[in-house]
């Protein structure tokens, strides 16, 4: 029996008259790479905020790692990761300092971030520049020690947020090793890209429309359920039918 750690049930938000997220409802189990997608104004932002603890919902219900999205947002904060392409590391702290500070947020004591951050520092190879100001860092190795960051505390959950923007194509490729080893230690994985290769790299997604889920299977059954060769055409097809913009 799969372990679900999200569990969503008609969650919607609304602004006024403006439903940014409508009626959503899915599930995602643990150990699972999910892929969240839709074009600009879409919802994925607010519904992410939502499932994070950041956003109250307007209506519907969603349990988030084992709790609610109403009553227990401090717990599910404590039970995720988070990071976005936008805002991870802080550029005038050094590698071993950023490692220190998020753990410390994350509650990690003294012992467990020294023990961490030495075998992050290892497994990424940053050894030479634990002490080097994070600025001075390629972006590639940046989203990579973001990453490891996002899940120092062994979360159930991590959320991303196009999390390989602007990277070359080979270091997307390195992330998403990482990603699968999170996945294999059965960490969930949600992620939001606007790359479709990505997107194949996903156990299931799903494709919000205006404010709906308007899809939600693996790559191979939405290619084989609109009849196309590739996640770029599945998209572009629910895409084209879109009626709000950025």
Not at 193 to 217: K, N, P
Request: proline letters at 2%; charged letters at 25%; glycine letters at 8%.
């Amino acid at each position: 029996m799969k372990d679900t750690v999200i569990k969503t049930d008609k969650l919607t938000k609304r602004f006024g008259d403006f439903i940014a997220a409508n009626e959503i409802s899915f599930e995602v189990y643990r150990g699972e790479i999910f892929g969240f997608l839709g074009a600009n104004g879409a919802g994925k932002t607010t519904a992410m905020r939502m499932l994070c603890g950041l956003s109250a919902p307007s209506s519907g219900k969603a349990i988030i790692a084992g709790f609610d999205v109403y009553k227990q947002t401090e717990m599910i904060k404590r039970n995720i990761g988070y990071m976005s392409q936008k805002f991870s590391l802080y550029d005038d702290l050094t590698v071993l300092e950023n490692i220190h500070f998020f753990g410390g947020i994350y509650g990690l004591t003294d012992k467990q971030l020294e023990m961490k951050s030495k075998a992050l520092i290892e497994r990424l190879g940053l050894q030479q520049e634990a002490k080097k100001l994070v600025a001075s860092l390629p972006l590639g190795w940046k989203q990579k020690l973001s990453f490891s960051v996002a899940v120092l505390h062994d979360p159930k959950i991590v959320f991303l947020d196009e999390p390989t923007g602007g990277v070359d194509p080979v270091t997307r490729r390195q992330f998403w090793d990482l990603i699968y080893d999170a996945a294999d230690r059965g960490v969930t994985v949600f992620v939001t890209t606007h790359y479709m290769d990505e997107a194949e790299y996903c156990h299931r997604i799903s494709i919000m429309v205006d404010g709906r889920i308007e899809a939600l299977d693996t790559p191979k059954g939405l290619k084989q359920a609109f009849q196309v060769q590739s996640m770029d055409e599945v998209f572009y097809t629910l895409a084209r039918g879109a009626k709000r913009g950025d």
